[in-house]
């Protein structure tokens, strides 16, 4: 049997297919993303209210405007499909590596799990508003994950557009839901003066509110995956990362502005669809069926960019050797990565199916917080290394290292902001880390070709 | 009511056949191509724009 | 010249076995905080619900227009009044903190510490044996 196998005729290497361009790389980055607008951005409110809220989007715009430029130079440089984990194997080393590779995989399986969980919750609201009650939400939840699987089995191409079109929909309407609450005119519709109260938890409620703040951007990042399936990667990473960070701070300032003018923060605090209350607030059943629609977009955009994500990444890892080298594989004809897209599927599902939604969001964060810390030295040694003009880097980011010391600080002031309602959370998954690296130095290390990591065509770094 | 228990069916069965059409199309690729052929993908693809301008400027 | 490292192959059952390593360690940090905050969430819940009794929107401090939206959102002031008084508590244990600055510090440490170890092993079998 084995003679028959078709092998590697002309001995060209399988590779995936070079198709995307930069919208769809904005597509991937804000589809993940604007879910964060529709539900969760809100726990700000919770733990600081309204105006702390506020704050924390725009301190919070700023770490990622710092994530954003420092990951648009090393990428347009590093282009290659594992992301930020294949700059730390070039930059840092192979333990970092395979610890920001897990970052990336966790945060993008958890985020897919909560993401379909919103989609079976909003199946259930549906019914009931049209009379059925106690709607089994789970098929819904396994619908979700499976057809977008089969989706991004089938190929990226049609993944990402998919992505596009749903992305800027549910983008549409959050600007049609601003100009119907007639934003200028104050009193009418929004009630900004009567609902905003002074910070009730005073500047600390601030600090922790950064915590959530994450919500309003978290997955931006999340572009430079697609580094191996997007045509001149050099050019349209930076060019689709940094337009969906401007289309992010947007959505995320008029979300603010029109939910805190109609909910008293107490509720806004914990609601669960915010947005989808806030035309129901407003009493047009258009607007809510609009938004109904387009929070469930949003969920099945982000989910969708989750997998493509989640999938690279934990693909990258198996072909290095990090994880099992079974994972490696590429589809002869779909040419994705299409073994680490079926084993993350049963994940996903079992995430969402433990039912401890702030425990995997929680995790979700602080996985993506952790990638962030990394940045900041990843950059430092990365200028430091390959000094500029020693190679062709397709972005050079201005003011270094401000950014990068902005972003640990503001890294610094998000982990105080998680040890504040959820330290035992932020302890159990730092031992989840610490068990794993330990597990890869004494165990896992030993099958990874050392040399072969290294497969960038720079010259010898300075200083090793 | 029964349209709510249709819908219900109808996902599940549609998760199914999904799920069931990936399991087996990676098994039917495992068993016509070579495993070394899958894993052949390396990092940066080598007709890569940005990668030839990594080579020419590597030799100065 | 030192040799190049070659590594081993690794077979399937073990490859197996890591991956289902990895899962039930995941599962484990997913359910421990459980452990320890299920409880002190089900009294303080229970706390605030048998406090918001016989109250009204002027004791909880609501004026006219954020009463009339908590009307239409469909709560009366008892209903309102968990949602209210439910606040966080950001009282900072010191000894908590301190460890938990620990991990993370010593955490990143140990990472760069050992990265930059098994790095310069690459960059020498990279450079230096062609």
Sequence with gaps: MASEKITSSSSKPIAMLKVLNPFHIWALGVGIVLVGEFMGWNFTVGKGGAYASLIA????????????????????????????????????????????????????????????????????????????????????????????????????FATLTLNLVITFLAFA????????????????????????????????????????????????????????????????????????????????????????????????????????????????????????????????????GCINDASRAWFSLGRDRYMP???????????TPYRSVLFLVPIAISFAFTGLLDQVITFSILSGLLGYTFMTFNMIKFRKMWPLGTIH???????????????????????????????????????????????????????????????????????? | MKFWDILVYTAWSISAVMLVW??????????????????????????????????????? | MKKNYIPPKQ?????????????????????????????????ATAAIVAAAVNVSWESLGQNAIQQEQWIKLGYDPEKAAVLINSRFDYSIDPMMLIITILVVAGYFIFMLKVSDKEYREVIREKFDNK
Excluded at chain 1, 418 to 445: C, E, H, K, N, Q
Excluded at chain 1, 447 to 460: G, I
Excluded at chain 2, 30 to 55: A, C, K, N, P, T
Aim: hydrophobic share 50%.
């Design chain 1, 57 to 156: 989007c725009w301190v919070i715009g700023l770490l990622y405007t710092c994530v954003a430029m420092i990951d648009s130079e090393v990428t347009s440089t590093v282009a290659a499909a594992g992301g930020q984990y294949t700059q730390a194997k070039h930059i840092i080393g192979p333990l970092m590596a395979f610890n920001v590779g897990l970052y990336l995989v966790m945060a993008y399986t958890m985020l897919c799990a909560a993401d379909a969980l919103v989609v079976g919750d909003l199946m259930k609201s549906g019914a009931e508003v049209m009379g059925y009650t106690n709607l089994d939400t789970k098929p819904f939840v396994v619908l979700t994950v499976a057809f977008l699987a089969w989706l991004n089995y089938r190929g990226v």
């Design chain 1, 393 to 464: 880097r397709g972005y050079i980011h201005p003011f270094h290292p401000i950014p990068a010391i902005t972003l640990l600080t503001l890294c610094c002031a998000t982990y105080f902001a998680t040890f504040l309602g959820y330290g035992a959370s932020l302890l159990s998954i730092m031992a989840f880390y610490i068990l794993a690296s330990i597990w890869f130095v004494l165990r896992r290390y030993k099958y990874v070709k050392r040399a072969d990591q290294f497969t960038m065509p720079w010259p010898r770094p300075k200083g090793y």
């Design chain 1, 173 to 304: 309407s959050l600007i049609v839901l601003f100009l119907s609450v007639d934003p200028l005119s104050q009193g009418v519709v929004l009630q900004h003066q009567a609902l905003l109260t002074d910070l009730p938890y005073g500047w600390i409620g601030v600090v922790a509110s950064l915590q959530f703040g994450m919500w309003y951007y978290l997955g931006i990042e999340g572009t430079c995956q697609a580094a191996e399936e997007v045509r001149s990667a050099g050019r349209s990473i930076p060019l689709g990362t940094m337009g969906g960070m401007m289309t992010l701070l947007v959505a995320a300032t008029i979300t603010w502005f029109v939910a805190t003018g109609l909910m008293p923060w107490q509720y806004l605090g914990q609601a669960v669809t915010p947005m989808y209350d806030a035309a129901t607030l407003l009493g047009s059943s258009q607007l809510q069926l609009m938004l109904f629609v387009a929070t469930a977009f949003a969920a099945i955009a982000s989910a969708n």
């Design chain 3, 11 to 43: 077979g399937m059952f073990g490859q197996i076995f890591d991956t289902i390593l990895v899962l039930i360690l995941v599962y484990a940090s997913l359910m421990v905080p459980l452990l320890f905050k299920a409880e002190a969430k089900a009294d």
């Design chain 2, 22 to 60: 990936m399991v087996v199309d990676a098994f039917m690729i495992s068993s016509q191509y070579d495993e070394e052929y899958l894993m052949s993908s390396r990092e940066g693809g080598e007709d890569d724009v940005v990668h030839g301008i990594h080579l020419e400027e590597g030799k100065e």
């Design chain 1, 325 to 335: 080298v079974f994972f490696g594989a590429i589809h002869p004809k779909y040419r």
